[in-house]
């Protein structure tokens, strides 16, 4: 997915992994936050009537913008520890 910013420059990104219907995104972090990334993927995701799996540790926590965005796509955003 590309997107475009003012000045023209093509801003896109793509899953760490794709495997049938789920897009992968790993990140070992201690807080997560729902990132341009997340929200381009997340997006992705719920237009192509996929699954986005958010890999993290355990330990990890989810700050409020990532919860407000996994409330407002409901099922689409799914967390896996490692």
Known sequence: MMRQTKHQ????????????????????VKVLRATYQIRLLAVKAETEGLKFVLVVPPACKYDRSLLDLINKTGQTILREDY
């Open 9 to 28: 420059v093509a801003r896109g990104t793509r899953p760490d992994a794709a495997k049938s219907n789920r897009l992968y995104l790993i990140k070992n």
